[in-house]
T-cell receptor
Framework: EADIYQTPRYLVIGTGKKITLECSQT?????MYWYQQDPGMELHLIHY???????EKGDLSSESTVSRIRTEHFPLTLESARPSHTSQYLC???????????FGEGSRLTVL | AQKVTQAQTEISVVEKEDVTLDCVYE???????LFWYKQPPSGELVFLIR??????QNEISGRYSWNFQKSTSSFNFTITASQVVDSAVYFC???????????FGTGTRLKVLA
């Protein structure tokens, strides 16, 4: 069973608010990912991390930022949320030997 | 270029029917991995299977089976005797060695009707 956790599961906030979506894994994986997905639709890579202090932007341009100060923690921040940020955000970590991605349960963000 | 195509956007079947979800991929890598993930309504993606490019053996796990054919660049997924709990969106994915980026298909929504 995967040990990757995302909080909050659901969040409804007003425009202009700053939010941080938390993602933690206890598997010691170096590589972690953030995907944005409208429910049941395509996954879009928005951020990637090779390891501590290493982050890259993904294919989909995103106004969010990430940090990787500790191996187990990969939070995503939106400085000023807008309705266009309404989506589901999925965090994942990659098993080094098998390449399997372990996904968190997702954070569903609604910006009013 | 790498690409994964899941041409079936949505499939509806009646419980106990067999159903096959298609996945066709493109890659120039000689070594790569293919995956299937299930996304139930709760939202998380659940790993189902991984296949590497050197292993063309078909695999069966309970009611699930996978047919990997390099000659046609396909990695199809069959559910036998479908159940309502199989209702979900299923994603096929590809990654080459030495890269970080997974290429996901657009997903196939499977609805199993009671």
């Amino acid at each position: 069973e995967a040990d990757i956790y995302q909080t909050p599961r659901y969040l409804v906030i007003g425009t202009g608010k700053k939010i941080t979506l938390e993602c933690s894994q206890t598997m010691g994986h170096d590589k972690m990912y953030w995907y944005q997905q409208d429910p049941g639709m395509e996954l879009h890579l928005i951020h990637y991390s090779y390891g501590v202090n290493s982050t890259e932007k993904g294919d989909l341009s995103s106004e969010s930022t990430v940090s990787r100060i500790r191996t187990e923690h990969f939070p995503l921040t939106l400085e000023s949320a807008r309705p266009s940020h309404t989506s589901q955000y999925l965090c994942a970590s990659r098993a080094p030997n098998t390449g399997e991605l372990f996904f968190g349960e997702g954070s569903r963000l609604t910006v009013l | 270029a790498q690409k994964v195509t899941q041409a079936q956007t949505e499939i509806s079947v009646v419980e106990k029917e067999d159903v096959t979800l298609d996945c066709v991929y493109e890659t120039r890598d000689t070594t790569y991995y293919l995956f299937w993930y299930k996304q139930p309504p709760s939202g998380e993606l659940v790993f189902l299977i991984r296949r590497n490019s050197f292993d063309e053996q078909n695999e069966i796990s309970g009611r699930y089976s996978w047919n990997f054919q390099k000659s046609t660049s396909s990695f199809n997924f069959t559910i036998t005797a479908s159940q309502v709990v199989d209702s979900a969106v299923y994603f096929c994915a590809l990654i080459g060695t030495g890269t970080y980026k997974y290429i996901f298909g657009t997903g196939t929504r499977l609805k199993v009707l009671a």
